[in-house]
């Protein structure tokens, strides 16, 4: 899940508005996620807008909703959780996105404090049987390196770059190991790791 899943019943809220916060929840896996639970809460306000549980089919999404009365101050930041689940031995999910908004009109509210954050897209398409793209956005200039493991923990394909400028930044692999072999169907995970910092994401290769 990413936080531009996060969006709203209106694009500028106001203090008091009566609104709605929709929330789509991404299953990457090839199994289906039974018994999900999604929590919606306004981390700013300290509380819990909604939870609802969810079967979510492979390969597949479902968008819950909760009420939202939004109160001054002029930012919240609204948290979406995805209770950790097991669908096998290599298929752990515990996610949670987050996104700023900001009531009334954006040009009277100082966001020069708002921190950037590191930011890996979920790679597309996938499951894939020809190539696939990861997408990632830098807060800051910094080293950046991306691996790729099969279910045992081996490395078996990565990317380092070095010094790489702020901003998003995207690469093609192809589903070949270092070697240029075409590795073997099943679910690998990818690691981007940035100044100490990992963020991880599935990838299910077929034929």
């Known amino acids: 899940m990413q936080s ?17 916060v929709y929330a789509t929840v991404h299953n990457n896996s090839s199994k289906a996620a039974m018994g999900v639970t999604v929590e919606i809460r306004d981390l700013r306000a300290d ?6 549980t969810a079967d979510i089919a492979a390969s597949s999404a479902v968008t819950v909703q909760a009420p939202w009365v939004p109160a001054a101050p002029d930012s919240h930041e609204i948290q ?12 752990y999910s ?14 009277s509210v100082d966001l020069g404090n708002a921190t950037p954050r ?3 897209d979920p790679p597309h398409p996938n499951p894939t049987s020809r190539g696939v793209v990861f997408s990632f956005s830098l807060p800051r200039a910094a080293s950046v390196s991306l691996d790729i493991f099969d279910i045992l ?6 990317w380092r770059w070095t010094n790489s400028l702020p901003g998003s930044h995207s690469v093609d692999w192809d589903g070949r190991g270092t070697s240029g072999e075409r590795l073997a169907t099943g679910v690998y995970l990818c690691r981007l790791e940035v100044a100490g910092e990992r ?5 299910v290769l077929r034929r």
Do not use: W
Request: charged share 20%.
């Open 118 to 120: 590191l930011r890996f």
């Open 80 to 91: 979406v959780q995805v209770s950790p689940y097991v669908l096998d031995e290599s298929d």
């Open 199 to 203: 963020l991880q994401r599935k990838i």
């Open 47 to 52: 509380a819990v807008l909604g939870t609802s």
């Open 4 to 20: 531009s899943d996060i969006r709203l019943s209106r694009n500028v809220p106001e203090a008091g508005n009566s609104l709605t």
């Open 153 to 158: 923990g081996r490395r078996v394909q990565g």
């Open 94 to 107: 515990n996610n949670t996105a987050s996104r700023v908004i900001v009531l009334g009109s954006p040009v």
